[in-house]
């Protein structure tokens, strides 16, 4: 019989598979002898149990329950439902994965009719019992049967304005007496039936609630967003109610063991008195730093501090803890390795390898390569920013710089957002419904909740700059303005904030790119060290090749060559060769855009510094270059000297049904080889005069959408040929090789054919992606939706690579390609390049380095090391 | 080292792939002691080895030849270039498939302006001395250096103008040595060397000139048309002349063992004396048939007769001889497996078993399974045909029947089939370069040449219906138009041929489709005792369904739903259905195609007496459904009740960048489930309708283009729900199972999943082949052209399976999904399945059934016996 049910005693704290993060935790905390108010675990298998059930929760888990809740009672001597000493519960989700704000909790659970007298009794406190209870009904009708809260809003309201009050607090015990039969006749009424008097009840409708809200919309969009898998499911904890809202010798609060902002060494925190910890993470009121807590409770506040002290070391990392003052006792709810700010991550663990804490591999481990992103995204430039005066300021919830037009709800933010528009999210407060708004968001900003509120916390994780709790703002929603002291802002204008200062601008503001220096360099030196998987650039321009050679970049790994042809000075060039008749017209054309190619490689070799340059040769379909709207085809004309009818029956002539499979790639080299000697002698004669200068440059020709070796053959034979000519003119030799672009499926299934030419392979995992899936990136979003919504797909696969199919054919090509050219060089250079899970695959089947964008350098760099650290290379 | 060169004596006859059809048949000529001009041959290595060493012939090789010459020199007696007993040889082509007329021939090689003076001494006949040698410099130039017969031939006309002669043959001995002064002096100035004297060099120009030809354009089609590699090479055979124009005691002639066009048992062939081999195949003589030489040369006659029998016997199949009578004597040239027509393939397989020659499976081993197409398109109604008068009658030269407008020259054909018209077309004579109109032509009309004619030979090997040598045409190429007994027939006049009695009619006759009975029938039954590879059909019509079960199909493999929601009465309601805003409207549309549906299945279920239907679900995009032209769409907009622009609208929004890559296929039923929900409701209500009726209908849901095992998860979940309702609904069961399409390469890749929920995969090779290779059947056009040119492919992936790329993805999607479900049905319904050698690659990978149009279902048949005959399956 499997075991559904541990009590935290009992629980492996180390298998956070089963027992999900938070209850793991609460296991080692118990181990640790830390006051843990107890309860018990009922694991992630029970919950896959549930969803293959069929959403039902089996009576062999309910009976383990059941058990565990009868060794809990008899241990602490309270009873479910008793009206002497009755034993209350919060039920939380706690996945492998942390989802903060995701999935459902429940507290107070066990009271009805009958305990909350008991409670009343046992606190001395009818008024405090009877707040709980209301809460509770208002609660469990949300969450476990789904009645909205707002219906239970406009009891309260009633009763308020009836009694003349303003404020929840102002009500005594019997107007909350009569709120609660109030809510249970409304819930009667909804219903058909009475709210849950058996505990029992309430405790299976709870667990099955948390199940639930696994696949809620929010924590689907959640997991697509990190990552985690759909079938891992959530563990569910029960554990004993401690109350912070008992009077003001209670409280409760949140504290990190360093600054998760920037990594400062000291506690870091708030907490709130008389509260339930709801209250501090909804920011609803604003709390106090956790340092004032040494003044009012030094006693508390000292075994506090040696807890989080021990915890630190315990874990080797940053903690971050919820904690309870019940009558002046401590109590720890949770504790869990703190996210952090990219900058803290770097700080923190440097800090820790310092200390002695853990080895620099270990360290490296702490730092989510994504999260460097945040480092390396542009912050308001120094100098500038000193002439501006902020319009207001607020916290500093998540570093970064952002400027953008106002966006007044998360729908707005995603609509614009689509539409190509830069906005800043301007809400009160954020929820979790929000979250794929922010996400969308340049930057976010509300006028309530504090550091740890919702909107920093989950801007913190996505990496988007973030101002919270900046109470000059006066939002007016269905107005559509923002009001800082005085001044109205509309959603057309421009603000600016500063998630590292909590400043606000009006206007935009110039930002700057951060340099590698400090801990960040000290962490990418040791990533260097650790990794094996070489790292270069997808670059066209000097510019991004200078960018990602001074993040590191080894080489680049991907120049789309035309890019540079629809440079406007250059796309007249290009349209003659298109429009031209015969092959001398062409290579007329041609030579004219030789010159332009030319100087830019010399360019890119220069930034380059002797590291390889993978050129990859015109790959659109020549449509493209092609204009389409009426005026231009006339001023083309006009250009070209040619009729407009001539111009559109080349445009109707090229028109293809599926350009994604259409004349593109090599089958242009194959057709018209002029283009592809063009480009070859572009490619060496800028060799030849970089060179000549010094330098010593290695040139990688790439042939793209190569499906059959004879196709590469015979475009090698073009390149090849005319490079010895390109040389055999100069009376120089360059060092260059010829490979090719595995992008089609074909490619991958004939490998080892195709490497008896090819001297390397980039994969090419965008194309190669679109034609696995046998879906157009252009055309999937029509009904991608559905499949997220079917949970068919859990991740997008242009974001991260599927490795099950894309990297299947990926891995099969690896190998064919070694079995017939063993020292062949493999890398890839779709976007999924700069995806740490697609590096670590990368690393995992051998390939040779990985490109990406100028930006994803550092994180290639430390995902590389990262890799190697956990499976290191033979 | 490699022997490169062997005298027909030293030759192994069993092995053709290195001495090509010609060469081992020549070698086993003269082991079994026939009358065989000796000489020897050249390997196909030889001419592999002369491509890979960049289109050089090799010492190696040279000295190899010139040795075995001096062999051959030393046997005969007889020497290169000798002024009394000079050494003749022909050089031919003999690669390992035949390949007639595709590549060079040079005959009377070894005449110089000494040797021609040896062989008018020997031969005591100056005038066919210098004939020879003016037509030898003439061939040799032409096909050796590339100078044009029009040249030589300006020449000629020149002398007998100022002769005043008409004919070749009034010129005498001195025109003829003026003749070869003035085309050597031409020779000289184009070349501006002399024509070669030296024997020896003028045998290694030729073998060049052969091994070149291998590469000829008209090769290449011929082999992409015939699926020959493009590797394989040719041999050369080098052979001492023997003169067929040595006067009337001399001749030449070809000859089948029995009918090629019936399979009668009796000697066929003609001759003509005082001819060489070429006057035959030209067709510019009219020659006599073989029966004629009984009476002229009785001895020749009795001796050829018996050499026949004994090869046909040795070679146990009807053997197509070539032979020359010089001075009365008779030697053998040639002998191959004579080509014939389907129905002389079946009568002679039939024959042969029953003669004992040959066993059931080596007699079905002769059939190209592909041949029997012919038999079954469709011939002239006989009933018809009576009320019918032939406006002229011609050779019966390849059987079956066509009708189409005239194309005068093979271009002409080519492009206006390529518009859709049906052609015929009608030439004086054939040659090879016409081998492309010839092949999309409907039929081939010829003024000349007899039933050995180029003509008759290749459109028998094509199954093209010809009717050759019709005296009565008068062609006027320039004027386009044939004149037939003084009525002018122009391009845009159809007429119609019949190939099997030689009659040419005015205008279209009515055809009839054969059945299969006879000695089809007897080879059938063979085919079907076996084979073990199932045969159903692609159908989607009662009537295309009752024809592949009267050709014997086991069911239908693929029925597309789609093809019927474009029927006229029907569209209106999926356009409605198309354009629903509401599930509710969807469903409303979805409710009044569903009777239809219903119907249709109730027809093909009936039409299947019990053999699996496989009914696919709705696949094209739905924009396929709404109509382009404004007049169509304004129709649409006042019968819906729809504002035009909304039309359009909805039309902008399904608009796809690549529909082939788009929204389709099963993403349809993920996005509209209820599309799904009616399909199976047809299908599940349809065969409880036929049950009832005491039928046993198999019905086999198919999803198409799953990527994903959640995709097919999900849209079966749909299925088997509906599917269980309306069985319930109706209190009975029926037979049905759901299974998918494999045509995305992620399935292929991931089918060990796919199969832990499809009960059968069917291969969509047409798809599979585009995402594959990744490009579009509908815009590979433009640029197939230069890969077929430049070599890269030899064949068209989607006329047969691409087995390197796209058969190695469906091998690994068999290996894969029998892992996870040994007993899966698998399939094949892609257009392929139609092609024998994807039918071999089905059977050897181990499928269940192949799936084809109801047309080649007997051709499959045949196919999968061979396939079994070849490689037993255990």
Same mark, same amino acid.
């Given at each position: 019989?499997?075991?559904?049910?541990?009590?935290?005693?009992?629980?492996?704290?180390?298998? !956070?598979?089963?027992?999900?993060?938070?209850?793991?935790?609460?296991?080692?905390?118990?181990?640790?002898?830390?006051?843990?108010?107890?309860?018990?675990?009922?694991?992630? @298998?029970?919950?896959?149990?549930?969803?293959?059930?069929?959403?039902?929760?089996?009576?062999?888990?309910?009976? $383990?329950?059941?058990?565990?809740?009868?060794?809990?009672?008899?241990?602490?001597?309270?009873?479910?439902?008793?009206?002497?000493?009755?034993?209350?519960?919060?039920?939380?989700?706690?996945?492998?994965?942390?989802?903060?704000?995701?999935?459902?909790?429940?507290?107070?659970?066990?009271?009805?009719?009958? +305990?909350?007298?008991?409670?009343?009794?046992? *606190?001395?406190?009818?008024?405090?019992?009877?707040?709980?209870?209301?809460?509770?009904?208002?609660?469990?009708?949300?969450?476990?049967?789904?009645?909205?809260?707002?219906?239970?809003?406009?009891?309260?309201?009633?009763?308020?304005?009836?009694?003349?009050?303003?404020?929840?607090?102002?009500?005594?015990?019997?107007?909350?007496?009569?709120?609660?039969?109030?809510?249970?006749?409304?819930?009667?009424?909804?219903?058909?039936?009475?709210?849950?008097?058996?505990?029992?009840? $309430?405790?299976?409708?709870?667990?099955?609630?948390?199940?639930?809200?696994?696949?809620?919309?929010?924590?689907?969009?959640?997991?697509?967003?990190?990552?985690?898998?759909?079938?891992?499911?959530?563990?569910?904890?029960?554990?004993?109610?401690?109350?912070?809202?008992?009077?003001?010798?209670?409280?409760?609060?949140?504290?990190?063991?360093?600054?998760? &902002?920037?990594?400062?060494?000291?506690?870091?925190?708030?907490?709130?008195?008389?509260?339930?910890?709801?209250?501090?993470?909804?920011?609803?009121?604003?709390?106090?730093?956790?340092?004032?807590?040494?003044?009012?409770?030094?006693?508390?506040?000292?075994?506090?501090?040696?807890?989080?002290?021990?915890?630190?070391?315990?874990?080797?990392?940053?903690?971050?803890?919820?904690?309870?003052?019940?009558?002046? !006792?401590?109590?720890?709810?949770?504790?869990?390795?703190?996210?952090?700010?990219?900058?803290?991550?770097?700080?923190?663990?440097?800090?820790?390898?310092? @200390?002695?804490?853990?080895?620099?591999?270990?360290?490296?481990?702490?730092?989510?390569?994504?999260?460097?992103?945040?480092?390396?995204?542009?912050?308001?430039?120094?100098?500038?920013?000193?002439?501006?005066?902020?319009?207001?300021?607020?916290?500093?919830?998540?570093?970064?710089?952002?400027?953008?037009?106002?966006?007044? +709800?998360?729908?707005?933010?995603? @609509?614009?957002?689509?539409?190509?528009?830069?906005?800043?999210?301007?809400?009160?407060?954020?929820?979790?419904?929000?979250?794929?708004?922010?996400?969308?968001?340049?930057?976010?900003?509300?006028?309530?909740?504090?550091?740890?509120?919702?909107?920093?916390?989950?801007?913190?994780?996505?990496?988007?700059?973030?101002?919270?709790?900046?109470?000059?703002?006066?939002?007016?929603?269905?107005?559509?303005?923002?009001?800082? !002291?005085?001044?109205?802002?509309?959603?057309?204008?421009?603000?600016?904030?500063?998630?590292?200062?909590?400043?606000?601008?009006?206007?935009?503001?110039?930002?700057?790119?951060?340099?590698? +220096?400090?801990?960040?360099?000290?962490?990418?030196?040791?990533?260097?060290?650790?990794?094996?998987?070489?790292?270069?650039?997808?670059?066209?321009?000097?510019?991004?090749?200078?960018?990602?050679?001074?993040?590191?970049?080894?080489?680049?790994?991907?120049?789309?060559?035309?890019?540079?042809?629809?440079?406007?000075?250059?796309?007249?060039?290009?349209?003659?060769?298109?429009?031209?008749?015969?092959?001398?017209?062409?290579?007329?054309?041609?030579?004219?855009?030789?010159?332009?190619?030319?100087?830019?490689?010399?360019?890119?070799?220069?930034?380059?510094?002797?590291?390889?340059?993978?050129?990859?040769?015109?790959?659109?379909?020549?449509?493209?270059?092609?204009?389409?709207?009426?005026?231009?085809?006339? @001023?083309?004309?006009?250009?070209?000297?040619?009729?407009?009818?001539?111009?559109?029956?080349?445009?109707?002539?090229?028109?293809?049904?599926?350009?994604?499979?259409?004349?593109?790639?090599?089958?242009?080299?194959?057709?018209?080889?002029?283009?592809?000697?063009?480009?070859?002698?572009?490619?060496?004669?800028?060799?030849?005069?970089?060179?000549?200068?010094?330098?010593?440059?290695?040139?990688?020709?790439?042939?793209?959408?190569?499906?059959?070796?004879?196709?590469?053959?015979?475009?090698?034979?073009?390149?090849?040929? *005319?490079?010895?000519?390109?040389?055999?003119?100069?009376?120089?030799?360059?060092?260059?090789?010829?490979?090719?672009?595995?992008?089609?499926?074909?490619?991958?299934?004939?490998?080892?054919?195709?490497?008896?030419?090819?001297?390397?392979?980039?994969?090419?995992?965008?194309?190669?992606?679109?034609?696995?899936?046998?879906? +157009?990136?252009?055309?999937?979003?029509?009904?991608?939706?559905?499949?997220?919504? !079917?949970?068919?797909?859990?991740?997008?696969?242009?974001?991260?690579?599927?490795?099950?199919?894309?990297?299947?054919?990926?891995?099969?090509?690896?190998?064919?390609?070694? &079995?017939?050219?063993?020292?062949?060089?493999?890398?890839?250079?779709?976007?999924?390049?700069?995806?740490?899970?697609?590096?670590?695959?990368?690393?995992?089947?051998?390939?040779?380095?990985?490109?990406?964008?100028?930006?994803?350098?550092?994180?290639?760099?430390?995902?590389?090391?990262?890799?190697?650290?956990?499976?290191?290379?033979?």
């Amino acid at each position: 019989m499997t075991k559904y049910v541990y009590l935290f005693k009992e629980a492996d704290g180390s298998n !956070k598979a089963l027992f999900g993060g938070k209850g793991a935790n609460l296991a080692e905390m118990t181990k640790l002898g830390m006051p843990v108010p107890q309860g018990f675990t009922i694991t992630t @298998e029970a919950c896959t149990k549930y969803y293959a059930d069929g959403k039902k929760i089996s009576q062999e888990v309910i009976d $383990q329950i059941f058990a565990k809740l009868a060794e809990l009672e008899a241990e602490t001597g309270k009873k479910f439902g008793d009206s002497e000493n009755p034993f209350l519960v919060s039920v939380r989700s706690g996945a492998r994965a942390s989802m903060p704000g995701m999935m459902d909790t429940i507290l107070n659970l066990g009271l009805n009719d009958v +305990s909350v007298e008991g409670l009343a009794k046992l *606190t001395n406190n009818p008024r405090f019992a009877y707040d709980c209870y209301r809460r509770f009904i208002q609660m469990y009708s949300d969450v476990v049967i789904g009645i909205g809260k707002n219906f239970f809003e406009k009891i309260i309201d009633e009763i308020k304005e009836r009694k003349g009050v303003k404020l929840d607090t102002e009500l005594t015990a019997d107007d909350l007496k009569e709120l609660i039969e109030r809510y249970k006749a409304f819930y009667l009424q909804e219903q058909g039936k009475d709210f849950p008097q058996d505990p029992k009840v $309430q405790l299976i409708g709870a667990v099955e609630a948390v199940f639930r809200s696994w696949d809620n919309p929010r924590a689907i969009v959640y997991r697509r967003m990190n990552n985690i898998p759909g079938d891992w499911g959530t563990a569910v904890n029960v554990q004993s109610m401690v109350f912070g809202n008992m009077g003001e010798t209670s409280g409760t609060g949140v504290a990190f063991t360093r600054n998760p &902002s920037n990594g400062d060494k000291n506690l870091y925190g708030e907490y709130l008195m008389n509260a339930q910890g709801e209250d501090v993470v909804a920011g609803i009121r604003t709390p106090s730093p956790i340092s004032h807590l040494k003044e009012t409770n030094p006693e508390v506040y000292a075994q506090f501090v040696e807890i989080s002290s021990k915890l630190e070391r315990y874990f080797k990392d940053m903690q971050d803890m919820e904690f309870t003052i019940e009558r002046g !006792k401590l109590y720890m709810l949770q504790t869990r390795n703190g996210k952090r700010t990219a900058l803290s991550a770097i700080n923190v663990a440097v800090d820790l390898v310092k @200390e002695g804490l853990c080895t620099e591999e270990e360290a490296l481990l702490k730092i989510e390569p994504k999260q460097l992103d945040d480092l390396l995204h542009p912050q308001f430039d120094a100098k500038e920013i000193k002439k501006h005066k902020p319009i207001a300021e607020g916290l500093p919830a998540s570093p970064g710089a952002a400027c953008g037009k106002i966006a007044f +709800s998360a729908e707005e933010a995603t @609509e614009r957002a689509a539409n190509g528009e830069d906005v800043i999210l301007v809400r009160l407060e954020t929820s979790p419904e929000d979250i794929e708004g922010m996400n969308v968001a340049k930057g976010i900003l509300t006028a309530r909740g504090g550091l740890t509120s919702h909107a920093a916390v989950v801007a913190r994780g996505m990496g988007r700059c973030c101002v919270s709790g900046c109470g000059e703002l006066v939002i007016d929603e269905e107005g559509r303005t923002v009001t800082i !002291k005085g001044v109205k802002y509309t959603d057309q204008d421009y603000i600016s904030i500063d998630g590292s200062t909590g400043n606000i601008y009006a206007g935009t503001l110039p930002m700057i790119v951060p340099q590698i +220096s400090g801990n960040f360099k000290t962490i990418m030196d040791w990533a260097n060290k650790y990794r094996v998987l070489k790292v270069r650039t997808n670059a066209d321009t000097p510019h991004d090749a200078k960018t990602a050679y001074d993040f590191g970049a080894e080489g680049i790994g991907l120049c789309r060559t035309e890019h540079m042809f629809f440079e406007k000075t250059r796309i007249a060039a290009v349209r003659e060769m298109i429009l031209a008749k015969t092959v001398e017209q062409r290579k007329a054309a041609l030579a004219k855009i030789l010159p332009m190619q030319k100087n830019d490689f010399i360019a890119l070799y220069k930034e380059m510094h002797g590291y390889p340059v993978t050129i990859r040769f015109l790959d659109p379909p020549l449509h493209e270059f092609l204009p389409q709207k009426e005026e231009e085809i006339a @001023e083309l004309s006009k250009e070209m000297k040619i009729s407009v009818e001539e111009i559109k029956n080349t445009i109707a002539a090229l028109h293809e049904f599926n350009p994604m499979m259409g004349h593109r790639g090599c089958r242009l080299a194959v057709t018209y080889p002029e283009i592809a000697e063009m480009q070859t002698r572009a490619v060496i004669e800028a060799a030849i005069a970089v060179n000549k200068d010094g330098g010593n440059v290695k040139a990688e020709i790439m042939i793209p959408l190569v499906g059959e070796v004879k196709e590469l053959r015979y475009v090698k034979s073009v390149v090849v040929e *005319t490079a010895e000519k390109v040389m055999e003119e100069a009376g120089v030799k360059v060092e260059y090789s010829v490979g090719t672009m595995i992008e089609i499926p074909r490619a991958a299934i004939t490998a080892d054919q195709i490497a008896t030419e090819a001297e390397f392979f980039s994969f090419g995992t965008n194309d190669l992606t679109q034609m696995t899936f046998g879906f +157009s990136r252009d055309d999937a979003g029509k009904f991608l939706g559905s499949y997220y919504e !079917k949970k068919i797909y859990e991740s997008d696969p242009f974001a991260r690579l599927d490795q099950t199919g894309v990297g299947e054919l990926v891995r099969i090509a690896a190998e064919k390609g070694k &079995s017939t050219r063993p020292a062949i060089k493999l890398g890839i250079c779709g976007e999924h390049g700069g995806d740490p899970s697609t590096i670590e695959f990368c690393h995992n089947i051998g390939l040779t380095y990985v490109s990406c964008s100028p930006f994803r350098v550092p994180i290639a760099i430390l995902a590389a090391a990262h890799a190697n650290i956990k499976n290191p290379r033979k």
